[in-house]
Structures are given as structure tokens and as C-alpha cells.
């Protein structure tokens, strides 16, 4: 069964870059079907779709974010990753790493991990 | 930009049927934008319900089904239980890679 789990630093200075990371296990990252997601939530709102990766390099971003965001998968690892840079008190939300299979919204989350961005 | 939209809050007698929407502010949501339907509970990482409109997730009582009703995708929940009590998100796809949730329900059963 696919199991994902972020991992990062919970807390994160104003203007710095937030670096999250996704492990993957109990499925494959290069698998041709399978696209991989970072959704996030501020405290209370609703969830924001951030971006998708695949293994292949190809990269899809949320428009309001994508000056700032990079998702990139590290095969040998079993991860991919989520940096967004410049952070503001804004970005503060539980962030949440899915998998998604390519025609379809069915994804399947990680657990979440809060970020704030505080000084 | 685009935006989806849903009821901010619905309440349902427990036994009883709701249905929840999504739409989007400018056009119909179709079969296309693969809608798909979350269920929250606080503190809780979202469940999928229903995807691609109408198919169930694994493990998903058949008491919650999914439909194009109109021009919205929309959930039924019928015979509504109390831990039927969360937030009830959506997702459309809006093309070229790109994912757009809804604002989200919150539904009460009382």
C-alpha cells in the first residue's frame, strides 16, 4: 500500500526558502502513471493545489505560486521535493505531499506536516 | 483566475439525503475537469470519496455517490450518520496540468 510522508523544518524565517520532502514507499516513483502532488492548507482555509511533478522532469504549478515554487522527484531516493522561496507569514499551512494517477483525481495524501513562517 | 465554488455550510438530518455542489464561477463543470470529492475531518488529512465524477474510492460506502447535476458536479450523501459530520472539499481540473480546489462545505448532521 502507498505511503507517503513529508518531511522538513516546522518553522521558517520571512524571506527564506521552505524545503520540504516526500517519501515514497510501497509504490514506484517512476512509475509511468503516477504523478506527484503538493497540496497545502493554511490554518482554516481552504487547500491550495501547488504544484504536480512526474518522473519524467515534466513540473506543473499553481500560477499564483510558480514564480516562487520548484518540485523536483530524486529517483534514487524515493522522494520528491517542494522549495518555495521568499516566504511570507502567507505561506504558514499544513503542507501535504499526494500521489495522483495520470486521468484521474483520485489522490492519495501523506499525513501533512505544519510549516510557519515566523520570525 | 478561476474559481470554485461551494456551499459554505449545509445541514442534514441524520437518516436523511443532502447534496452538495461544485461549480465554477465562469462556465459548467463536465466530466472533463474529472471532478473529484474530499472528505476532512479536523486535524485529519483529506479522504477521497469520489473521483472522476462518479467512481467510488476503495473501501467508500455506496451511500455517497457522485453526479453532474446542471452544470456543477455534486455529492449525495444518502442516509446521512453522524460521523458524516466534515469539512467536504472538491477539485476540479482545469487542464494543462493544473488542479483548483473549492472553498469547501461544512456539513452538520443534526
Known amino acids: 500500500q502507498l505511503q507517503l510522508q513529508e518531511s522538513g523544518p516546522g518553522l521558517v524565517k520571512p524571506s527564506e526558502t521552505l524545503s520540504l520532502t516526500c517519501t515514497v514507499s510501497?509504490?514506484?516513483?517512476?512509475?509511468?502513471?503516477?504523478?506527484w502532488d503538493w497540496i497545502r492548507q493554511p490554518p482554516g482555509k481552504r487547500l491550495e493545489w501547488i504544484g504536480t511533478?512526474?518522473?519524467?522532469?515534466?513540473?506543473y504549478y499553481n500560477p499564483s505560486l510558480k514564480s516562487r515554487v520548484t518540485i523536483s522527484v530524486d529517483m534514487s531516493k524515493s522522494q520528491f521535493s517542494l522549495k518555495l522561496s521568499s516566504v511570507t507569514a502567507a505561506d504558514t499551512a499544513v503542507y501535504y505531499c499526494?500521489?495522483?494517477?495520470?486521468?484521474?483525481?483520485?489522490?492519495?495524501w501523506g499525513q501533512g506536516t505544519l510549516a510557519t513562517v515566523s520570525s | 483566475q478561476t474559481v470554485v465554488t461551494q456551499e459554505p455550510s449545509f445541514s442534514v438530518s441524520p437518516g436523511g439525503t443532502v447534496t452538495l455542489t461544485c461549480g465554477l464561477s465562469?462556465?459548467?463543470?463536465?466530466?472533463?475537469?474529472?471532478p473529484t470529492w474530499y472528505q476532512q475531518t479536523p486535524g485529519q488529512a483529506p479522504r477521497t470519496l469520489i473521483y472522476n465524477t462518479n467512481t467510488r474510492s476503495s473501501g467508500v460506502p455506496d451511500r455517497f455517490s457522485g453526479s453532474i447535476l446542471g452544470n456543477k458536479a455534486a455529492l449525495t450523501i444518502t442516509g446521512a450518520q453522524a460521523d458524516d459530520e466534515s469539512d467536504y472539499y472538491c477539485v476540479l481540473y482545469m487542464g494543462s496540468g493544473l488542479w483548483v480546489f473549492g472553498g469547501g462545505t461544512k456539513l452538520t448532521v443534526l
Open positions: 499526494a500521489r495522483h494517477i495520470g486521468g484521474t483525481g483520485n489522490f492519495s
Open positions: 511533478t512526474h518522473y519524467s522532469g515534466s513540473t
Open positions: 510501497g509504490g514506484s516513483i517512476n512509475s509511468g502513471t503516477s504523478y
Open positions: 465562469s462556465g459548467s463543470v463536465s466530466n472533463s475537469n474529472l
